[in-house]
């Protein structure tokens, strides 16, 4: 199991930046990928961005590409999200997801792709 604790959430301007952080722990050496999800009010979780654990290889949604940026500590089991020039339309609620499984045929962009979960992070960006 892994566990998964997200951090970093608040409000914000828009314009304004924050730093989500997700540390995990447990059986990380399982770990092939982490990523960002979001889930707005009344609506379905959508992928933010990922990130290969050993090749350190990125993705991106097309609304958050060159404002966010994803980046992993391995000695500190930890994945970050920084988000620059936010917008109120980021505001949602962000979960961390990792994956314990080798990699294969996905893109790593649909939420079945990943098999563990943190609580989630709210977001606020206000006009």
């Known amino acids: 199991q892994v566990q998964l604790v997200e951090s970093g959430g608040g409000l914000v301007q828009a314009g304004g930046s924050l730093r989500l952080s997700c540390a995990a722990s447990?059986?990380?050496?399982?770990?092939?990928?982490m990523g960002w999800f979001r889930q707005a009010p009344g609506k379905e979780r959508d992928f933010v961005a990922a990130?290969?654990?050993?090749?350190?290889?990125?993705y991106y949604t097309d609304s958050v590409k060159g404002r966010f940026t994803i980046s992993r500590s391995i000695a500190k089991n930890t994945v970050y999200l920084q988000m620059n020039s936010l917008k109120p339309e980021d505001t949602a609620v962000y979960y961390c997801?990792?994956?314990?499984?080798?990699?294969?045929?996905?893109?790593?962009?649909?939420?079945?792709?990943?098999?563990?979960w943190g609580q989630g992070a709210q977001v606020t960006v206000s006009s």
């Open positions: 997801a990792s994956r314990g499984r080798p990699l294969s045929y996905g893109t790593l962009s649909n939420t079945w792709e990943y098999d563990y």
């Open positions: 990130i290969n654990w050993s090749r350190s290889s990125t």
């Open positions: 447990g059986r990380t050496f399982t770990t092939y990928a």
